[in-house]
């Protein structure tokens, strides 16, 4: 089976050869391998010498220093070898269901000549319980529609998908992308450590000048990421406001005010996801987002450059 375009995979990781060993194994089981697979390591001590066995002559690594998720990106885009048409970035806890690169180049074959991305379906997502959704729709973080933008920078979410589904939005660590898209556009390092938000902020920029994006949902794909530690909760709900406040004042069509209506849904859910599980964290979370919002308020609207997860 030969399709048109030559796709290479690129995969920012840190201090976490187990589970990329786990994604590169799904990589290898593929029907239709990629092209190429480019690994853009920012551990503390390289790994190259515990995957090495599972990339092929065509692959390549690379250690960076004083990583970020959106510095490793930048580098991994310019590792690309001549003749790659597409690269897609993978988090290093994604594992690629056995037909997900072929059905991904399959989509690719007849997608219109605009398309700027197009995103692996997640399909071990989770749905939101009806109370959430309607206290979502209430301040404006969700609309009910799938892979949209909304006013306050709230985005929802398109995955797991039936069918093949346009977006506004696609998630950065499950998405391909034309190379003549990452070789004009550069992903934005104000963005640091884990980066929340800087998929929205680029696959929107690309939006809006005009290229189309997608689900494709025959490219499966799950996601294991491990859980967020809970001594970092209120440094987590920090980042989220902060992350997404950048991201509206970047784009005058959203509503500055919007996105204080909905920093005040996340609070509540937050305050209510402690009630339900009864437990500090929701809470921690909530204190998180409130600092946040004294940051933004004061004219500091930091960066928040931490591991999250264990």
Known sequence: M??????????????????????LKTIKNQTVPPHQVIIVDGSDIPIESQIKK????????IHVLNPSLTK???????QLQEGITLAGFLDDDIELEESAVREMLRFWEDTPPNTGGVSFNIINTGELNRFSKLIRRIFCIHNGTRGRVL??????????????????????GATVWKRGVLEKYKFDEWYSGWACYEDVEYSYRVLKDHHDLYVAHKAGVTHNPPPV?????????KMLVINRYHFVKKNPNLSIMCFYWATLGDIILNVLKSVWERNFD????????????????SGNPVRVDECFRK
Request: proline share 5%.
């Open 2 to 23: 030969t399709f048109k375009n030559r796709l290479a995979l690129i995969i920012p990781t840190r201090n976490r050869p187990e589970t990329l060993i786990k994604l």
């Open 54 to 61: 599972y990339l092929n002559l065509s692959d390549k690594y």
């Open 72 to 78: 490793q990106k930048n580098e991994g885009i310019k």
């Open 151 to 172: 006013p306050s920078g709230c985005c929802t979410g398109a995955v797991p998908a039936t069918s093949d589904v346009y977006c506004q939005w696609l998630c950065g």
């Open 229 to 237: 530690l809970n001594a970092k909760n209120a440094a987590f709900g």
């Open 282 to 297: 929701g809470i921690r979370i909530a204190q998180g987002n409130l600092s946040g919002i004294y940051y933004i308020l």
